[in-house]
């Protein structure tokens, strides 16, 4: 019986690999990759590998076992919803002792275009019968601060207004993963995962104006400007739509927070912004 992180070689899959291993040997955590090349430095630190692809059923047949307990790390690609459901469907066939998810904050009710598949899978582990844990994530400190050689030069543009993130680290979150995996009483509940403290554009873009000594202003534009804005700079047209709704939602306050479930979680306060523009900036 192992603990299986999917996705494992993916920015939040290494994390939660690397959390694992503070609490439990490697010999109990299996990695689920795609790529075995890009696994291969998980499996010198004594982390099985099993290569399974989410497009490819016959092959998650056999990433699982009877008794793992599974975490279903969300996909990015435009057919997700579907490539879920082949995990599910692995994870029953196998007899797994339990699935989690890394959903999106407000569960059911987050009513936004890029909440639709995280809703769709949740509902799909419940028909499921599976035990499962629903690790509802926010937004990640890192979308942002990933952005900053273009915000430096350009300033912060969204369409979000004064809206408020309850963003947290991606590590963060991982160290909530490896809690729910490795620690009993967490079947059958789902966790809003969300910063302590809150903020806007408009503070975030003070916030790197006062570490990087440079003038960012916040430029909050209407979503059909951001659109051509977001195309313009290569996003690709179907999904720069998608990504202005995420504004639309957190400035409806959707993604402002739910609660203290993540700094309850890791037992310790949650990666404040400012903390992670410094990391960034140090880069």
């Given at each position: 019986?192992?603990?299986?992180?999917?996705?494992?070689?993916?920015?939040?899959?290494?994390?939660?690999?690397?959390?694992?291993?503070?609490?439990?040997?490697?010999?109990?955590?299996?990695?689920?990759?795609?790529?075995?090349?890009?696994?291969?430095?998980?499996?010198?630190?004594?982390?099985?590998?099993?290569?399974?692809?989410?497009?490819?059923?016959?092959?998650?047949?056999?990433?699982?076992?009877?008794?793992?307990?599974?975490?279903?790390?969300?996909?990015?690609?435009?057919?997700?919803?579907?490539?879920?459901?082949?995990?599910?469907?692995?994870?029953?066939?196998?007899?797994?002792?339990?699935?989690?998810?890394?959903?999106?904050?407000?569960?059911?009710?987050?009513?936004?275009?890029?909440?639709?598949?995280?809703?769709?899978?949740?509902?799909?582990?419940?028909?499921?019968?599976?035990?499962?844990?629903?690790?509802?994530?926010?937004?990640?400190?890192?979308?942002?601060?990933?952005?900053?050689?273009?915000?430096?030069?350009?300033?912060?543009?969204?369409?979000?207004?004064?809206?408020?993130?309850?963003?947290?680290?991606?590590?963060?979150?991982?160290?909530?993963?490896?809690?729910?995996?490795?620690?009993?009483?967490?079947?059958?509940?789902?966790?809003?995962?969300?910063?302590?403290?809150?903020?806007?554009?408009?503070?975030?873009?003070?916030?790197?104006?006062?570490?990087?000594?440079?003038?960012?202003a916040y430029n909050n534009v209407p979503a059909e400007v951001h659109v051509g804005i977001l195309t313009g700079a290569?996003?690709?047209?179907?999904?720069?739509?998608?990504?202005?709704?995420?504004?639309?939602?957190?400035?409806?306050?959707?993604?402002?927070?739910?609660?203290?479930?993540?700094?309850?979680?890791?037992?310790?306060?949650?990666?404040?912004?400012?903390?992670?523009?410094?990391?960034?900036?140090?880069?």
């Amino acid at each position: 019986m192992s603990i299986v992180v999917t996705a494992a070689t993916s920015q939040l899959g290494q994390l939660v690999i690397d959390e694992l291993l503070e609490r439990v040997p490697a010999d109990q955590v299996v990695a689920v990759a795609r790529d075995a090349g890009k696994a291969a430095g998980l499996g010198a630190r004594g982390v099985e590998i099993r290569i399974a692809d989410y497009n490819d059923p016959a092959a998650l047949a056999q990433a699982f076992q009877s008794g793992d307990t599974v975490l279903l790390i969300s996909g990015l690609e435009p057919n997700r919803a579907d490539q879920h459901q082949s995990v599910i469907d692995a994870a029953k066939a196998a007899g797994v002792a339990r699935l989690a998810y890394t959903g999106v904050l407000g569960g059911p009710e987050a009513d936004f275009d890029l909440a639709a598949d995280h809703k769709a899978t949740e509902q799909a582990i419940l028909d499921s019968g599976l035990p499962y844990t629903f690790l509802r994530n926010g937004w990640y400190n890192e979308v942002y601060t990933a952005q900053l050689a273009v915000q430096l030069e350009h300033g912060v543009v969204g369409s979000a207004g004064d809206g408020r993130i309850g963003s947290a680290s991606r590590r963060d979150f991982a160290a909530a993963a490896a809690v729910v995996l490795t620690g009993d009483g967490h079947e059958k509940k789902a966790y809003e995962l969300n910063g302590d403290t809150s903020w806007s554009l408009a503070e975030y873009a003070a916030e790197l104006s006062k570490q990087s000594g440079k003038d960012v202003a916040y430029n909050n534009v209407p979503a059909e400007v951001h659109v051509g804005i977001l195309t313009g700079a290569g996003v690709p047209a179907q999904f720069a739509p998608i990504l202005v709704d995420v504004d639309n939602a957190i400035e409806r306050g959707l993604l402002a927070g739910r609660g203290s479930d993540l700094s309850r979680l890791i037992g310790r306060p949650t990666t404040p912004i400012a903390d992670s523009i410094a990391a960034a900036l140090q880069q």
